[in-house]
């Protein structure tokens, strides 16, 4: 299929001249600081005003060569981004890939006729996927259109094509009971001490304004110590709030959870005077991550989050369940991903030693050292947790896991947060296994499916070595074959 | 994983041993001196117990002593691990020293290759390929090719990738 698409001329275009007078004025202000120092320490002697004037030299030369050495070429069908100074980079995008073009203009490019385009391309990772900082507005609103017109004429159809879902269906509106789980989750238990440490730090923020000072915080503090079973009577009331204050915490975040689709999103609504709501694309879930404490195993319940392309910070904005049953759990799963119920597959025996040496092994060797060195109440508490480490490391390794149904794969790992990510196969972008030395000897390996979405890679830890080249076979098979030992 | 998957076509330059055996030395003749430095410091430390101060550089010594065989073994490890290759429109790449990590990103879902070259590889003439997909786990960094390599493998690479129609993610 050809697309009529405007071929624009191939040679290699620079930033606007302009751009140099913007850098130079952007770096005096992390000048000034040293400047000042000169002026200051130097008085008004020659000299100051020439390692002044050196200084300003040297950030316009800087500002010249990165002009100078930075240039860009929109050239059959990608853009070539390249850098040559002392070393050479280049960065090839095919355009195809663009999925988005931002621009912006700030203040001093403003002034200057500027603007800042910046290339979305769906790449993961933090780092720069392509910038060009100081073209000329009406370049910018070109290059904006040669950059996507190639893409509307891709995606548009696809979007017409898909049915449209029904309006404002609701899944679940979660009963106010279900609120008694939050604090099995822990991680509002610590409520309390967060109040107090809160408290505390307004006391000092609010003391000097009323007339208090350190002397009368230490005063506090050294009448406290003198009353121990004060302080330990506090400690106590704190200790037995924590499941009443956590659970309160919890409710007031997570009120009236409603999660409804409206059109092709699924929008989740909670909160008990700040309604919180977030909405995600459905054609953009890939797939679900489950995740349980052993408290919240034990009581059969789990939290849930939806693992979603292009969306930022999804620990918090892909949460599709507060702490629900797991049936209830399973079944928003299912309607937002899909069913999955394929039985994990266990990791090789290697993998259970290896876990309970990790979870046993640091505390054996601080015991010995604290026994070694007289600190034996210290050594008693490592004790005590390397033996509770038989039972983590045992757990970790009953947890680890993973599978593959013919269109999601599973992953599973950890104890005291046990998570579980299901996720698509057309999801998967590539394949890590990574091997460490220890690793080598005990003949595992862990294999990461490198996923466009959620926390971008999913890991099965400590899998066998065959094992995981056949899992990533078995997912991506076309990818994999010619690479295995048959 | 030898009985698993078998190597990588090719081999990295010759001369990236040369690259990694100047790097290792490098880093650890900055730490020696590093260390030479802060005991020539330690020595105006009153509080430090008198045996101690006598034999401050006991560390930058030791340090040195111990980071030699790693030094002279990396690059010659490095050289039989790091292999690469492009089959069937999938980067199969194979890294690593200590620890070893094998990565496979297929063509299609390439986002941006980048051809890299900071000035010690310029030295050798060698270069770095990377490229990324959505992912940190689909993305791949293959050191210490050769210039020429590097240079047709980048246009290889975005070449095809224009070709082929990413279908998802």
Known sequence: ?486 | MRDALRDPANQVSPRARSLWFAEAVIVTVLLVVGLVLLSMWMTGWEFLPQWLLDRTWVAALAIGLVLVPFVLAEPVVRFAVHRWELAADVVYARSGWLSRKWVFVPVSRIQTVDKAQGWLERFFGLATVEIRTASYAGSSTIKGLDYEVAARLAEELSRRAQELRDDAT
């Open chain 1, 1 to 486: 299929m050809s697309i009529p698409f405007q071929e624009p001329v191939p040679e290699a275009a620079r930033l606007s001249p302009r751009l140099l007078l913007i850098d130079p004025i952007r770096v005096l202000p992390s000048l000034l600081v040293p400047l000042a120092g000169v002026l200051v320490a130097g008085g008004f002697s020659p000299r100051s005003f020439i390692w002044a004037a050196l200084g300003v030299a040297g950030s316009v030369l800087y500002a010249v060569v990165r002009w100078a050495t930075f240039s860009y070429t929109i050239t059959a069908g990608r853009l070539e981004l390249s850098r040559a100074f002392i070393g050479r980079s280049t960065r090839v995008i095919p355009l195809e890939r663009i999925r988005g073009v931002d621009v912006t203009t700030p203040f001093l490019h403003r002034l200057l006729g500027l603007a800042v385009l910046k290339l979305d391309t769906g790449a993961g990772g933090d780092k720069q996927e392509g910038e060009l900082d100081g073209i000329t507005v009406e370049e910018a609103e070109r290059l904006r259109a040669v950059l996507l017109s190639r893409h509307h004429a891709v995606i548009a159809p696809e979007r017409q094509a898909r049915p449209a879902a029904p309006h404002d269906h609701v899944f679940l509106k979660v009963p106010r009971a279900w609120l008694r789980y939050g604090p099995l989750s822990g991680a509002y238990l610590f409520t309390p001490f967060a109040l107090v440490a809160g408290a505390v730090g307004l006391a000092f923020q609010w003391g000097g304004e009323l007339g208090l000072d350190e002397d009368d915080a230490v005063a506090v503090g050294e009448w406290l110590w003198g009353h121990p079973l004060l302080l330990i009577g506090a400690a106590v009331v704190l200790v037995v709030l924590m499941p009443f204050l956590g659970a309160a915490m919890y409710a007031f975040f997570n009120w009236n959870f409603v999660l409804f689709g409206r059109g092709d999103h699924l929008v989740a609504e909670r909160g008990l005077i700040n309604r919180r709501v977030v909405s995600l694309e459905r054609r953009r879930i890939r797939g679900y991550e489950i995740a349980e404490s052993p408290l919240e195993r034990r009581a059969r319940v789990a939290r849930l989050w939806a693992v979603v392309t292009g969306l930022g910070d999804s620990q918090t904005r892909g949460q599709l369940l507060p702490v629900a049953p797991r049936a209830a759990v399973g079944d928003i799963a299912a309607e937002a991903v899909g069913p999955f119920s394929e039985a994990l597959r266990p990791h090789p025996p290697a993998a259970r030693r290896r876990r309970l040496f990790r979870a046993i092994a640091p505390w054996v060797a601080l015991a010995l050292v604290m026994y070694a060195l007289g600190y034996a109440l210290i050594g008693v508490a490592a004790t005590v947790l390397a033996v509770a480490g038989i039972a983590l490391g045992l757990d970790r390794y009953r947890s680890l896991g993973h599978t593959y149904d013919g269109t999601r794969l599973s992953v599973r790992s950890g104890s005291l947060r046990r998570a579980q990510a299901v996720v698509e196969r057309r999801a998967v972008v590539g394949w890590t296994i990574e091997q460490t030395w220890f690793q080598r000897r005990a003949g595992l390996v862990t294999v990461i499916a490198g996923v466009g979405a959620g926390s971008g890679g999913y890991k099965a830890i400590d899998a066998g070595e065959t094992q995981a080249a056949a899992f990533a076979a078995e997912v991506t098979p076309d990818w994999m074959a010619p690479f295995l030992k048959r």
